[in-house]
């Protein structure tokens, strides 16, 4: 059990670092980015390849992208 703690990130890396990290990503411009280009990736996995799932899944990707920070601003 104490070999398992060593792997724990939590244990050595401070709670501010990922709190920052998910700041980071879920507001401003880099999640903007990252919702628009899900989407192009979905649209395009739909006109050319078919793939619906991908489609579906990239969608609800880029959904997240863009309003997880405003949920995250309530919790």
Do not use: C
């Amino acid at each position: 059990m104490i070999f398992l703690d060593y792997l724990n990130p939590l244990r050595y890396i401070p709670p501010s670092w990922y709190q920052h990290g998910v700041e980071s990503i879920f507001l401003g411009t880099t999640s903007k980015i990252l919702s628009i280009v899900s989407l192009v990736i979905g649209f395009y996995l739909l006109a050319r390849r078919e793939n619906v799932s991908g489609f579906i899944m990239l969608l609800i990707l880029s959904f997240l992208f863009a309003y997880m920070g405003g949920i995250l601003s309530i919790l």
